[in-house]
């Protein structure tokens, strides 16, 4: 059964930093268009950064881009996310997922994600 486990939140102080992982177990994630999206409290999730499915490309939300920064290790089977400069506004549950596309414009049509870990960024 494909899983997907999320680590790596806590609590951060504004302009602080923090790195999420997601290792992936019973499937290859090279062979996956990979991703990150969020949930706050009584929002809408939305689609965080993820590799594109057709080309070198990276899609990064708006509000993360020049602080967020997404890689892979295939070799590890894990995915990462880099959060720089965090805000307030970041504190969500990160879901890492599997999406049937990813291009410039966003991340679409999630096929699987993990249980989330939660980033609070609160002085």
């Known amino acids: 059964q494909v899983q997907l486990v999320e680590s790596g939140g806590g609590l951060v102080q504004p302009g602080g930093s923090l790195r999420l992982s997601c290792a992936a177990s019973?499937?290859?994630?090279?062979?996956?268009?990979m991703g990150w999206f969020r949930q706050a409290p009584g929002k809408e999730r939305e689609g965080v950064s993820c590799?594109?499915?057709?080309?070198?490309?990276?899609y990064y939300y708006e509000s993360v881009k020049g602080r967020f920064t997404i890689s892979r290790d295939n070799a590890k089977n894990t995915v990462y996310l880099q959060m720089n400069n965090l805000k307030p506004e970041d504190t969500a549950v990160y879901y890492c997922?599997?999406?049937?596309?990813?291009?410039?414009?966003?991340?679409?049509?999630?096929?699987?994600w993990g249980k989330g870990t939660l980033v609070t960024v609160s002085s």
């Open positions: 997922a599997t999406f049937n596309v990813g291009d410039r414009t966003g991340c679409y049509g999630m096929d699987y």
């Open positions: 590799f594109s499915s057709s080309d070198d490309s990276i």
């Open positions: 019973e499937f290859t994630l090279n062979y996956y268009t």
